[in-house]
């Protein structure tokens, strides 16, 4: 990029590209603040290059929705995200996988958004392009799947959520591994729909299943370890466990809050959780 900047012959479509990537990078290691000014200056060379209506561009708006969604912007990822949608489906073919991909973009925020209605009929959409055009036992459709069943289990259609949750894990079981972190997602939510089915019993297998996935597969303090280990204590607190609850949470929100604050919702769970066996504790037997 140095290079490009200083030479006065570079090629603005280069510069657009190379920005691009980098802005993607960073993005993916949530440096949105110095992501956002790159993918947005790439997106301008590019679109002078190439017009509006090129799939790159609808690639650079997808990944500033995903910012956007990241730093909680939910109305503006929502712009991009249907910016990228429309573009796919000016350029590709009704059954091609980047629909599927900007369905399935546009549907996550929109559940943010708490639109289930929308994110349903759009989550729904996504998944019969992707089977058409990917085959049904392919990554992207195990990921529409999972956030099928995260969308349900919001809906308190839990028998839905399930369904679709085992269906996610026996795809990425089989395309991934069972042991991949990917496969560690819709157990968590498996466990977080069971539970809040209040079927807590049911709901510690899966949990437990995610964190020995994300214990081979991450460093000891990320941030998706302390989630599913929060999970973990949420479901004995439920099943009547208090005391094996309270160090598995104690130690969860220590690691939790400083990477993702104090007012976080799982943080804030977690606490009110503690609080209330701290209260249990001190009223003793009844």
């Keep these: 990029i140095e290079l490009l900047r200083r030479d006065p012959d570079h090629s603005p479509k280069q510069l657009g590209s190379v920005l691009r990537e980098y802005g993607a990078l960073l993005a993916d290691r949530r440096q949105l603040e110095e992501a956002e000014p790159l993918l947005i200056e790439s997106r301008e060379l590019l679109a002078e290059a190439h017009g509006e209506d090129h799939p790159v561009i609808a690639t650079i708006e997808a990944r500033l929705g995903w910012c956007a969604r990241r730093a909680g912007r939910l109305e503006e990822a929502a712009m991009h995200y249907r910016r990228a949608l429309d573009i796919r489906e000016r350029v590709y073919e009704p059954n091609h996988s980047a629909i599927g991909y900007g369905l399935t973009g546009l549907a996550a925020v929109l559940e943010d958004l708490e639109q289930f209605e929308d994110a349903e009929s759009m989550y729904r959409r996504a998944l019969e392009i992707d089977v058409v055009a990917l085959g049904p036992r392919h990554t992207e459709v195990g990921t529409v799947h999972n956030n ?95 005391e094996e609850a309270v160090p598995i949470l104690s130690a969860a929100v220590e690691g939790l809050e400083p990477q993702f604050g104090a007012d976080h919702p799982l943080v804030i769970e977690a606490r009110a959780t503690l609080s209330t066996l701290a209260d249990r504790a001190s009223d003793g037997p009844s």
């Design 148 to 242: 099928l069943g995260g969308l349900y289990r919001k809906m308190n259609r839990f028998d839905e959520s399930v369904v679709h949750l085992r269906k996610s894990i026996e795809i990425y079981t089989e395309v991934r591994g069972a042991d991949d972190l990917w496969t560690s997602y819709p157990w968590l939510n498996l466990s977080r729909t069971l539970l809040q089915a209040d079927r807590p019993e049911e709901a510690l297998e899966p949990v437990a299943i995610a964190i020995a996935i994300r214990e081979n597969a991450l460093p000891p303090d990320h941030s998706e370890l302390h989630v599913a280990r929060v999970q973990h204590g949420l479901v004995l607190a439920a099943a009547g466990r208090g």
